[in-house]
């Protein structure tokens, strides 16, 4: 809204073209969004602690009982401060700008219908329900895209600037696969407090650098990655990030509301999207190694109690391993956090090793 409102403003003060600029909108978006999270915080939680209080998953540490009845579902209020602050510093008229809302909204709306029935009926709905809407949503926003935002369905492989192969309408199916297991593989570790809110702070910067660097033609033709056009999703990225750094103040241990499904699926869901438009999605394998670990965890687990009747861990995710070895929450949390910083920061370097 303010971009636009520029518009008309710098016909009577040249100063408002300094909102035209993407940097500069981007840092007001990360300002605006963490401080609407300070603001809103304490009364989201009183609130929260009335409508929406959580329950220990089954299969946690013994210490989680000590977290029943904390309130959740706070990935409501990132949600609701992302989106006002994406309403107001982004281009409008861009319609990757309304594709990504959709999706990431979309996917706050099954996270949200698990987590209340959660909450009232002491169980999610079910695996296969929650799957097929996944698929549902991202399919929908992956089609929009591609008809309204002429998506490019070229693949765009790390260290090889000459290897870009065309997936052609086989690319729909690639970026569904991307945004649903992104999604619940961020939904997987979330399990700490804090966890999963700093592991995304840093693939959201990561990837706001990148959907910058790729939606501008001189750099990314210097740097010989695919020219994406997703400048305004850094924008979008730096709203996640306020929003997110905003969350953590509240989350971080120990935690005074949890984020839920609605969160963790739909922030998954939001990192998906921006590596898509920015047409580095494989860099998720690198960046979000954390998330990949920790997914693998749980299916290396099941795979090897299925076939061996044997265990690889104490317990899957993989976090929770470490808890029943002695490790305190908080130090698996910094930790697996600093994990995180270096692999996002090496997967900003293979930008230039190609």
């Not at 949200?112 to 009926?121: A, S, V």
Request: contains cysteine; hydrophobic residues 55%; glycine residues 8%.
């Amino acid at each position: 809204m303010f971009y636009h409102l520029s518009l008309l403003f710098t016909l009577f003060n040249p100063l408002f073209n300094v909102f035209h600029y993407v940097s500069v909108r981007s840092i007001m978006a990360l300002l605006t969004a963490l401080g609407l999270s300070l603001i809103f915080g304490d009364w989201f939680i009183v609130k929260s602690k009335r409508f929406f209080r959580s329950k220990s998953r089954e299969y946690t540490p013994a210490a989680h009982r000590l977290k029943d009845d904390m309130p959740t579902m706070g990935g409501i209020l990132i949600l609701m401060v992302t989106t006002l602050t994406i309403l107001f510093w982004c281009n409008l008229s861009r319609p990757e700008v309304w594709i990504f809302l959709f999706g990431m909204l979309g996917y706050g709306v099954i996270g949200f219908l698990d987590d209340y029935n959660k909450i009232k009926f002491r169980k999610g709905i079910s695996g296969s329900t929650k799957f097929v809407l996944q698929v549902l949503v991202a399919t929908a926003a992956v089609l929009l895209w591609i008809w309204w935002g002429n998506a490019l369905t070229v693949i765009s492989f790390p260290f090889f600037k000459n290897l870009t192969p065309d997936f052609g309408c086989f690319f729909v199916v690639w970026a569904v696969f991307i945004i649903v297991g992104c999604s619940n593989a961020v939904n997987l570790t979330d399990g700490l407090d804090g966890l999963a809110i700093s592991s995304l702070i840093a693939n959201f910067a990561i990837f706001s650098v990148i959907c910058f660097l790729a939606g501008h033609f001189g750099l990314s033709t210097y740097l010989n990655i695919p020219f994406a056009g997703s400048s305004e999703i850094a924008v979008v990225g730096s709203a996640l990030i306020g929003a997110s750094l905003g969350f953590l103040w509240y989350n971080t241990y120990p935690a005074q509301i949890f984020m839920g499904d609605v969160g963790s699926l739909a922030l998954g869901a939001g990192l998906a999207l921006m590596a898509l438009m920015s047409k580095q999605e494989i860099l998720l394998a690198i960046s979000g190694g954390l998330f990949v670990v920790e997914t693998l965890s749980v299916i290396t687990q099941v795979l090897s109690f299925k076939f061996f009747g044997k265990r690889l861990f104490k317990m899957a995710p993989i976090h929770h391993h470490f808890e029943l070895i002695g490790w305190p929450e908080s130090k698996i949390t910094i930790r697996f956090c600093i994990i995180s910083l270096v692999l996002c920061l090496l997967a900003l370097v293979t930008l230039k090793i190609r």
